[in-house]
């Protein structure tokens, strides 16, 4: 499917640029090359740099108007013991606290975003990332939403991540600027167990419309309302034990057939449902 990096010619939020910006965090899954390749020659963006370290990466891909840093989601074993790790920590950035497994992983990464921030000279900065890269996204907006005023963060799928007192931090001081999409049951939204949501929730329903109203509000919420029959407990205890027990072979799409919410998940789910919204 075509990519226009106009779509984030805007100083807010719109289906438009959330596709462009599903399309780069299912893109950060490819690996560098893929990156390089599909954003120079396919996308036109001016520049294009690939982070990596430990178990985090992505890129960064500038033009003259635009500063977009996507955040590789879960695809390893290791990256998913993180996401179900829920070991909570002082964050200042948050003003509370948050799951030590992604803070862990976005240190590793710290210093090339703070490099791509530095050169940033006005140009808008959009932030974005599915599944652990939602939670990174979340982590480098926190740092730098003071510095970069018109920031904007758009995630797919991310985890919970926050204690309550850190979640109304980020929905007071951050607010609308950050857009949570979430596809029905999506059952990384819902996990791990015990921990807040923030942002303005865009929630699609199993037919790919938005549930609840158009209005921008970010509130901090318990992962997500009406769950499967599998409880979150239940089905966190599932994926850890596959995880840990399968190391390297663990893939989350075996899983679709004993988890709920699963399907809903991946990067196409998403891109199907913001594809007919953003009427390209």
Same mark, same amino acid.
């Given at each position: 499917?075509?990519?226009?990096k106009?779509?984030l010619?805007s100083n807010?939020f719109?289906?438009?640029a ?8 299912d893109l950060?899954?490819g690996?560098r090359?893929?990156v390089?390749l599909t954003?120079?020659?396919?996308w036109?963006v001016?520049?294009?740099a690939?982070f ?6 992505g ?5 003259a *108007?635009?500063?977009?840093?996507a955040f590789?989601?879960?695809?390893e074993a290791d990256?998913?013991a993180?996401n179900?790790d829920g070991?909570?920590?002082?964050a200042?950035e ?7 497994g992604?803070?862990d992983?976005?240190a ?5 975003i703070?490099a791509?921030v $530095?050169r940033?000279?006005g140009?808008?900065l ?8 939602g $939670?990174?996204g979340?982590?480098a907006m $926190?740092?730098y939403?003071a510095?970069v005023?018109g920031a904007?963060l %758009?995630?797919?799928g ?5 204690n309550?007192?850190a979640?109304?931090? %980020?929905a007071q ?5 950050? %857009? ?11 996990l791990p167990?015990?921990h ?7 929630h699609f329903d199993a ?5 609840? /109203?158009?209005?921008p509000?970010? *509130?901090?919420d318990?992962?997500?309302e009406?769950p499967?029959?599998d409880?979150?407990?239940?089905t966190h /205890?599932k994926?850890?034990? *596959?995880?840990?027990t399968? /190391? ?5 799409s ?7 919410? %699963?399907p809903e998940?991946?990067t196409?789910a998403y891109?199907?449902c913001?594809?007919?919204?953003a009427?390209?």
């Amino acid at each position: 499917m075509a990519f226009d990096k106009s779509w984030l010619d805007s100083n807010q939020f719109d289906w438009k640029a959330a596709l462009a910006l599903i399309m780069a965090s299912d893109l950060a899954y490819g690996g560098r090359q893929t990156v390089e390749l599909t954003a120079k020659l396919f996308w036109k963006v001016d520049s294009v740099a690939f982070f990596e370290a430990g178990n985090a990466e992505g890129f960064v891909a500038e033009d003259a *108007a635009n500063m977009m840093i996507a955040f590789r989601g879960s695809s390893e074993a290791d990256d998913w013991a993180k996401n179900l790790d829920g070991a909570w920590v002082p964050a200042p950035e948050f003003h509370g606290r948050a799951h030590k497994g992604f803070l862990d992983t976005y240190a590793f990464v710290e210093q090339d975003i703070a490099a791509a921030v $530095a050169r940033l000279n006005g140009r808008r900065l959009w932030l974005t990332g599915h599944s652990l890269g939602g $939670a990174l996204g979340l982590i480098a907006m $926190a740092r730098y939403h003071a510095q970069v005023p018109g920031a904007r963060l %758009v995630t797919f799928g991310q985890p919970a991540m926050l204690n309550y007192t850190a979640a109304q931090w %980020v929905a007071q001081e951050i607010g609308a600027r950050y %857009v949570r999409v979430v596809n029905h049951i999506d059952i990384v939204s819902r996990l791990p167990p015990g921990h807040f949501h923030t942002g303005w929730k865009r929630h699609f329903d199993a037919d790919g419309n938005l549930r609840g /109203g158009a209005s921008p509000i970010a *509130a901090a919420d318990m992962p997500e309302e009406n769950p499967p029959a599998d409880t979150d407990a239940e089905t966190h /205890g599932k994926l850890a034990g *596959a995880a840990r027990t399968r /190391g390297a072979r663990f893939d989350p799409s075996s899983a679709l057939g004993w988890i709920p919410g %699963v399907p809903e998940h991946a990067t196409s789910a998403y891109i199907t449902c913001i594809r007919a919204l953003a009427g390209v």
